[in-house]
């Protein structure tokens, strides 16, 4: 997820205590990796990025990416760049780009 501020994070909350719970029952059902903007948290997130995380997390099933407009294009475009490498082997269907 990637966001402007705090105040435009629709859901982040939610998500950030249902990690929680996960992560004290000992579940790894998935992983949260957030940006907010204003905050200077987190690396931009380019295509460089976007492969050390599919490197990292190479057991994904499904991912689910929500953010602005421009980080969209970046991840579509990456993802699809990271298809014909031969390197991601997620089909397209368990990508949501929102």
Not at 5 to 33: M, P, S
Not at 62 to 71: L, Q, S
Request: net charge negative; glycine share 6%; proline share 3%.
């Amino acid at each position: 997820m990637s966001f402007d501020n705090r105040k435009d994070a629709l859901g982040l909350e939610l998500l950030e205590g249902l990690y929680e719970v996960t992560q004290k029952k000992g579940f790894k059902n998935f992983d949260l990796i957030i940006r907010i903007s204003s905050e200077r948290q987190g690396t931009r997130w380019d295509e460089d990025f976007i492969k050390r995380q599919f490197q990292i997390h190479q057991d994904v099933q499904h991912a689910w990416i929500c953010g602005p407009p421009v980080m969209n294009e970046v991840f579509d475009r990456s993802i699809e760049s990271l298809r014909n490498e031969g390197f991601l082997k997620l089909p397209k269907s368990k990508v949501e780009i929102l």
